[in-house]
């Protein structure tokens, strides 16, 4: 009787034993599958499931890593930069919306934030010591109460090289200390910055505004680097994404998204039947039409309102490169830098698309996307600093051009 019990327990055994082996076989073949769909699967769940913005006290952490390196100085010794105090998991296919400001002029970060759906990527110039540790407190405030900012948005800092940025007490200073919501941190901003020109005059420093082009877009494959005060038509990252996924062809190729002004930026036009209503009576205008027409006529403005409606965002038309056109633009693969050299005033992005031209890329104008700067730009007035550093630019810019023929040898194109 003892042993009949004995032979049934081991078989109970034995049975369960055999069991647990086939849930772990199971278990085994459905990883394999997983592995074996791989990133098509997880590609349509994450599109209906996103995953979780990294905690706070991740973040803060980050932050923390950044300013404690000290930062490191650029190929010209006069600047300090400090890379990642915010970082964003980016698909390494996706389109990064890359802009640059000086502090005061982070406000217009919010408006980006809200029609910008895809990943955005900032540079941050601080002029002065004081104007750096506004600029640690704001990104530790922002990365506390701004989900947003923490899950898509990553955040550089640039300083003159004698300055080093300081990790933020949490009691200092007092104005942030007891903000308890995204809006109330940009509410704050608005109180205690002083927006104007995007530029450091008066501070004997140049506004390095072609390192920070570089500092944002680094590491992207696709960027549409613009102006922190411009704005770009609603749905623009999504019909973006559509398009480049869609075909491998656009290696080579420049995608522009024609830029505009609108007088008031209280009505900022969300798709293209609105813009054109308000360019028709002439509150929106070419972008520069003020200040610089030929730097963006070949954008051909008359032939792109006359397109017919679509739904589909496509390349409409090709438009070769002429001196000085300097377009807005979406390009991956092999793109040339922005010459660190320029700063401030003049040439700076002229520069970057001329050597674009050279180096074999293509220009082709989108149908339907578009960016709206917010406000007319018009002659500016006259400043000495200005001035000095536009005729600097104006020289450097024909040595630039010079050099271009030595780095593409073989190119038939020129400047």
């Known amino acids: 009787m003892q042993l009949s019990y004995a032979i049934r327990c081991a078989f109970y055994q034995l049975l369960l034993a055999a069991l647990m082996l086939v849930a772990m076989l199971q278990l085994l073949y459905l990883s394999l599958l ?16 996103p995953p979780s913005p990294r905690s706070v006290d991740q973040v803060k952490a980050q932050l923390r890593t950044a300013l404690a390196s000290g930062g490191v100085l650029d190929a010209s ?32 970060l919010s408006g980006l934030l809200e029609r910008w759906e895809g990943p955005l990527s900032v540079s941050v110039f601080a002029a002065t010591k004081e104007e750096a540790q506004l600029a640690t407190v704001l990104t530790y405030a922002l990365s506390s109460h701004c989900p947003d900012m923490r899950a898509r948005v990553a955040m550089h800092l640039v300083c003159p090289s004698r300055y080093e940025a300081a990790v933020p007490d949490p009691r200092e200073p007092g104005e942030f200390a007891l903000l308890r919501s995204c809006q109330e941190v940009f509410n704050k901003l608005a109180r205690v910055a002083q927006p104007g020109v995007n530029y450091a005059l008066g501070t004997n420093v140049s506004y390095p505004n072609n390192l920070l082009r570089n500092l944002a877009r ?51 036009p969300m798709n293209k039947n609105e813009l054109l209503q308000l360019y028709q009576v002439g509150e929106v205008r070419p972008f520069y039409y003020g200040l610089c027409t030929p730097c963006q006529a070949p954008t051909n403005y008359s032939r792109w309102v006359n397109l017919p409606e679509e739904t589909l965002l496509r390349p409409a038309y090709v438009v070769p490169w002429q001196d000085p056109w300097e377009p807005f633009y979406v390009a991956g693969g092999k793109v ?9 005033y003049g040439f700076n992005r002229i520069s970057q698309a001329c050597e674009l031209h050279v180096a074999g890329f293509d220009f082709e104008v989108l149908n339907e996307g578009f960016l709206v700067h917010k406000g007319f730009k018009d002659v500016l007035k006259f ?14 810019y024909r040595q630039f051009k010079q050099e271009l023929k030595a780095k593409y040898p073989d190119s038939p194109r020129h400047c």
């Open 336 to 344: 040339p830098t922005f010459d660190e050299r320029f700063r401030q």
């Open 218 to 268: 680094e590491g992207a494959n696709y960027a549409l680097v613009i102006d922190v005060d411009m704005v770009p038509s609603e749905g623009l990252w999504r019909s973006l994404r559509e398009m480049l996924d869609q075909s491998k062809q656009w290696a080579g190729t420049a995608l522009v998204v024609p830029a505009f002004e609108i007088r008031r930026a209280r009505r900022m």
């Open 34 to 49: 997983s592995g074996l769909h791989g990133q098509e699967e997880q590609d349509q769940y994450f599109e209906f499931f």
């Open 383 to 396: 400043h000495p600093q200005k001035e000095a550093e536009n005729q600097h630019n104006k020289i450097l």
């Open 77 to 108: 010794g006069d600047y300090r930069v400090y890379r990642g105090l915010l970082k964003t998991t980016m698909d390494p296919n996706d389109v990064i919306l890359a802009t640059h400001a000086s502090v005061d002029n982070l406000l217009h």
